[in-house]
């Protein structure tokens, strides 16, 4: 369903909030979710994925670390980046990287299965847990197709602004 809630002791989630997405995959270190766009081959996907990460010093230190991460789950011999943009901020009152780029997918799988190249878009956040400082967590969302979506900032904004860490009780 859009924006239903998926809360975790971690983490609180929600699905994208329009219609036709789909829960592609949950494990214990996140979640992803699919759908199709209206041109062929053209999809888009949202994931939240908690991961280790190594204790930094400053803001610059983070941003590189974070910067190895995203190099690390896109190969260069695969994605050839275009447009990076890396910019820290705490305006969750934690370390966390606004992360967007445009890519060529050298080898993209289409839905016949077959690999061609495409763009993908990434709008991400990543951040350190505040509670959980050997934690970090990203959320993501991405379209992969022929020509790029200029209106993607929208849908990628509202769906990261639902991930959020859960209020911690008084008791």
């Known amino acids: 369903m859009p924006r239903q809630l998926f809360a975790g002791s971690l983490l609180n989630a929600h699905a994208p909030d ?3 997405w789909f829960l592609a995959g949950a494990g214990n270190n996140g979640l992803a979710f699919a759908r199709r766009g209206a041109e062929q ?5 949202a994931q939240i994925i908690l991961f280790k990460l ?3 010093r400053g803001n610059e230190e983070f941003v590189e670390v974070i910067k190895g991460r995203v190099d690390m789950i ?4 695969r994605f050839a980046e275009l447009e990076p943009k890396y910019e820290y901020t705490d305006h969750r009152g934690y370390p966390c990287v606004r992360y967007r ?3 060529n997918d050298k080898e993209a799988l289409t839905t016949s299965g077959t690999r061609e ?6 709008v991400s956040l990543y951040c350190r847990h505040p509670s959980q400082q050997e934690v970090g967590f990203f ?3 991405s379209h992969r197709g022929a020509n790029t979506d200029p209106d993607l900032d929208v849908p990628a904004q509202r769906f990261i602004d639902g991930v959020q860490v859960p209020q911690q009780s008084n008791d």
């Open 54 to 56: 190594p204790p930094t």
């Open 139 to 141: 959320a993501a969302y």
């Open 101 to 103: 780029s445009v890519y």
């Open 74 to 77: 896109n190969p260069p011999s």
């Open 41 to 45: 081959n053209e999809t888009y996907a």
């Open 18 to 20: 329009s219609a036709g």
């Open 117 to 122: 190249p495409m763009k993908l878009q990434v």
